[in-house]
């Protein structure tokens, strides 16, 4: 049988018996430290990277041209006419 029940499982529920739920007291404590450990690290680990990525701004040093008012408008008009000719 590929799944056989251990002495530790009951065998109608599988679930543990109360041996089994004894022995693993005494290691509860410290998979519980070695957990919050674990998740301390890659939160940590996330943490910095993502702050690190998000922090620097590639094109803040590339200067904007001034835009006239006139340039403003027929840009305004190209995309009004572009925006029209694709949802036709």
Known sequence: MPLEPSRYQDKRTWKMTPAMIRARQPFFAKNM??????????GGV???????LHKD?????????PVSEEELKQ???EYELKKRSHSD
């Open 33 to 42: 430290v070695g957990l919050v450990g674990l998740l301390a690290v890659t």
């Open 46 to 52: 996330y943490f910095y990277t993502y702050n690190f």
């Open 57 to 65: 701004n590639d094109f803040a040093e590339v200067p904007i041209p």
């Open 75 to 77: 840009l305004k008009k």
